[in-house]
């Protein structure tokens, strides 16, 4: 079994920053890409940043240039360091892992409990 555990949201004016974390335990055999959704109120979760093997990296065109993305493969940890916030980066951020299982040697993807990221004055 693999957990994904958040951490890092909150409230931040506009202009601020917030950086989110995510670490994975369990039986990972290897990891493909981490990364991050959101999904504001009745919108569709959509993807915000991906890094994948080789430190591939891919953004989402709204938060290019603003947040960046950084993985630690010793600690099986993704960052999000989330720069120049603004009200429409709010939304419930969820952590993601592709990952081939150490129990069976399928690959899935695993999914974080989600944390809320609110940008208000």
């Known amino acids: 079994q693999v957990q994904l555990v958040e951490s890092g949201g909150g409230l931040v004016q506009p202009g601020g920053s917030l950086r989110l974390s995510c670490a994975a335990s369990g039986s990972i055999f290897s990891i493909n890409a981490m990364g991050w959704y959101r999904q504001a109120p009745g919108k569709e979760r959509e993807l915000v940043a991906r890094?994948?093997?080789?430190?591939?990296?891919k953004y989402a065109d709204s938060v290019k240039g603003r947040f960046t993305i950084s993985r630690d493969n010793a600690k099986n940890t993704v960052y999000l360091q989330m720069n120049s916030l603004k009200p429409d980066d709010t939304a419930v951020y969820y952590c993601?892992?592709?990952?081939?299982?150490?129990?069976?040697?399928?690959?899935?993807?695993?999914w974080g409990q989600g944390t809320q990221v609110t940008v208000s004055s």
């Open positions: 993601y892992l592709e990952a081939r299982s150490g129990i069976d040697l399928n690959e899935y993807v695993y």
């Open positions: 890094v994948g093997t080789y430190s591939i990296t």
